[in-house]
């Protein structure tokens, strides 16, 4: 009995605690955005603020959707080859369609084709996962191998590129702007507002957090488990094929070398944000800071030749770490 | 009579020499896999060269086989052996010291062996060499920088991997202006790991970073294509010119047809494996020698010659 006003009391210190050690991301973003200015004064350039977070956007919608899949307790290697694969299927179908069809309309269709792929390789991993019972890291391991190499054939490990026209007619939905604001980055905070909302105050958005922090808990209490995971390898598919909508009309093609290690700097991005790897817990703004940090990291390294050039993956494997450490107070 | 004679013994010799042809010979080609647009010309131009060496020499068979880490080439190389008991291997290594010790054991068994592009670290394990000329590279196209400047300007350099490939085409591009075009100012050089992504990113830094550009080189065709969406994204007009390297289809296109900004390529030709498999089927079937070391010199493609470099059915 006596023990138990002294927990009360107690309760509250940690999380606290907890509180300022989920600001870690943003206080490491805040504080390499400081050392940029002062290596670099075009660092808060708005074009280059611009450039930066419309590079963000990439890894950051998929991020987004590995969000969910990890805080299922799930993961998905294979986001990268994905995005090539969907690039250069999408790419490879608006080539084929004949120009009667007018440039919009076949845009349109490559668009759709390229969701439908995204969410189709969501659903075989998701079903494969629940129904065949293999461990989401071998599926994702293997369609990683399988998409790329679909890739690779598909352009005879050359580049698959989009009709000049086409082309054109495309690249305002990555070089266009909506009230001064590149389309990348507009889509990339819908995206973050979407997730957040499905995550934070939905039904499914409970069932994902329950499904990873317990899962025969969240089973006992009548969720769906197999089919809440099934969903967050769909979302994961979507905003893969988001991603890649966005990807191609940069530079209008596709080949083996697209989306190379993406997967990692996604896990990366979404572990910076305080999501726990192990599932159970996470944050969508978290990864969104993730992304932008991940990002500005390459970018600094680029503004200033201080360093060798030989180390710039050290110097971002530092900062990954430290960020880290940050938030080592949530750990209790 | 006489004629009829004469008809015997030409068939006679046709027939020997059909006998000679007869010698069966088998080449082991092994490559990496297409994983990028340049070893995707390596893949493209191998069975090419295996199309018209079988034909022209009956006795030859040829056997491509193409793989995606060294590991796994060195496998290959073993059952290239084993059961298809090749004479000969033109091999272009993955990398070159994991596969040193597996060519050198293949040639102790009395297999000619043909290194192409990345020798191996042991040379005697290797009894021919085939390569395209990586300082060249860099020297051609410091030369064309410093020409086409006026020998005076600043550029940026974008780099590949970094590689001893890499460093040996930025040392010789850095010796020569250093020995002739002292007042070219390179501003940065940074890594864009021969790929388009990664060129479009540094040379959007590199465009927040530096008012004034003169030219640009991107060492590689892959980075050139990031590095010309960059420019024309930032809407500047400072820059002459890009040079690229390396010789892609789309590249030398642009050159034929007078691009502003790409006025020349380097070649880094994915056609020396066929120079490769050529000079080995040609030794094998005429006991004609080898030389020990082939070096295929990188070109300058301008507007004038590129047609000649201009391969549209590969894929590179």
Redesign the interface.
């Known amino acids: 009995m006596t023990t138990q006003p002294r927990e009360a009391q107690t309760a509250p210190r940690p999380s606290a605690l907890a509180r300022l050690g989920s600001l870690g991301p943003l206080l490491g973003l805040l504080a390499l955005m400081v050392v940029a200015t002062l290596l670099?004064h075009?660092f808060l350039?708005i074009?280059?603020l611009s450039?930066v977070l419309t590079?963000a956007a990439f890894i950051g919608i998929i991020a987004v959707g590995a969000t969910f899949v990890i805080i299922s307790g799930g993961i998905d290697l294979s986001v990268g080859s994905m995005a090539a694969l969907i690039a250069g299927s999408m790419i490879l179908v608006m080539n084929a369609l004949g120009p009667s069809l007018g440039s919009v309309a076949i845009i349109a269709i490559g668009m759709l084709c390229a969701l439908a792929i995204g969410a189709a390789a969501g659903l075989l991993h998701g079903t494969v996962i629940t129904r065949g019972r293999i461990e989401p890291f071998i599926v994702t391991l293997g369609t990683l191998g399988i998409f790329r190499s679909v890739l690779?054939y598909l352009?005879?490990?050359?580049?698959i590129?989009l009709n000049n026209d086409l082309s054109d007619a495309y690249s305002p939905v990555f070089?266009g702007q909506l009230l001064g604001i590149p389309i990348p980055i507009l889509v990339f905070a819908a995206v973050a507002l979407l997730g957040g909302l499905i995550l934070n105050r939905t039904r499914y958005g409970r069932y994902v957090q329950a499904t990873g922090s317990n899962e025969q808990v969240a089973r006992y209490a009548a969720v769906n488990v197999a089919q809440v995971k099934v969903v967050t390898y769909v979302i994961q598919g979507l905003c893969v094929a988001l991603a890649t909508l966005l990807y191609v009309p940069?530079?209008g093609?596709a080949?083996?070398?697209?989306g190379?290690l993406w997967e990692l700097e996604a896990i990366a991005a979404v572990i910076i944000g305080g999501t726990a790897l192990k599932g159970g817990a996470g944050r969508i703004w978290g990864t969104v800071v993730g992304a932008i940090l991940l990002v500005t990291i390459?970018?600094v390294l680029?503004?200033t030749?201080i360093i060798s050039?030989?180390l710039?993956a050290a110097v971002q494997g530092v900062v990954i770490i430290i960020v880290a450490f940050m938030q080592r107070g949530k750990r209790t | 009579m006489k004629q009829l004679k004469s008809l015997a013994l030409l068939s006679a010799a046709l027939l020997a020499s059909a006998a000679l042809a007869q010698t069966k010979q088998v080449m082991g080609v092994s490559i990496p896999s297409a994983d990028h647009g340049w070893t995707a010309g390596i893949v493209y131009w191998a069975n090419q060269t295996k199309a018209e060496l079988e034909k022209m020499y009956p006795g030859l068979t040829v056997i491509v086989k193409t793989a995606k880490d060294a590991n796994e080439q060195a496998n290959q190389i073993q059952d290239l052996s084993a059961v298809n008991k090749i004479n000969s291997l033109v091999i272009l290594p993955q990398e070159s010291a994991p596969l040193t010790r597996p060519v050198g054991n293949l040639q102790k068994k009395g297999v000619f062996t043909v290194v192409v592009d990345r020798a191996l670290t042991d040379p005697t394990a290797q009894s021919a060499y085939v390569a395209g000329d990586n300082p060249g590279l860099g020297k051609v196209s410091a030369e064309y920088v410093g020409k086409t400047l006026g020998g005076k300007g600043n550029i940026v350099v974008l780099r590949g991997i970094a590689t001893v490939i890499d460093n040996q085409r930025v040392d010789g591009f850095e010796g020569v202006l250093k020995s002739k075009y002292p007042d070219i100012k390179i501003l940065d050089k940074q890594y864009a790991n021969w790929n388009r992504d990664d060129g479009f990113k540094v040379m959007q830094d590199y465009l927040t970073r530096f008012p004034k550009i003169d030219a640009v080189w991107a060492q590689d065709d892959d980075i050139a294509v990031g590095v010309l969406k960059a420019i024309q994204q930032a809407g500047r007009s400072d820059i002459k010119f890009v040079l690229g390297g390396a010789g892609m289809k789309e590249m030398v296109k642009k050159v034929q047809d007078g691009d502003p900004l790409i006025t020349a390529d380097v070649t880094y030709p994915p056609t020396m494996i066929r120079d490769a498999m050529r000079l080995t089927a040609k030794s094998m079937m005429t006991k004609a020698t080898m030389p020990k070391s082939t070096i295929i010199p990188s070109v300058l493609i301008t507007k004038s010659n590129a047609a000649q470099y201009y391969y549209p059915n590969s894929p590179f």
């Open positions: 670099n075009d350039t074009s280059n450039n590079r690779t352009s005879q490990g050359g580049s590129s070089y940069r530079l093609s080949s083996p070398s697209t190379l390459e970018n680029n503004l030749s050039v030989y710039n």
